[in-house]
């Protein structure tokens, strides 16, 4: 289904809408969760956008 569409419009506001923003949400709370709690991994993030940077 293509974005910005009265059809991507209406399926946001069905129960299978609500259901796929509840699922987004939980797994963007989980990798906030880990990014603040796990030292290494937010090292490991930081290096690799400090990497990504220096290549553009």
Not at 1 to 7: G, I, P, V, W
Not at 12 to 41: P, Q, W
């Amino acid at each position: 289904m293509d974005l910005h569409t009265r059809e991507f419009a209406s399926a946001t506001t069905s129960e299978e809408g609500h259901s796929a923003l509840a699922e987004g949400a939980a797994i963007m709370t989980d990798i906030a969760l880990k990014v603040l709690t796990e030292r290494e991994r937010r090292e490991d993030i930081l290096r690799e956008f400090k990497s990504r940077a220096s290549a553009v």
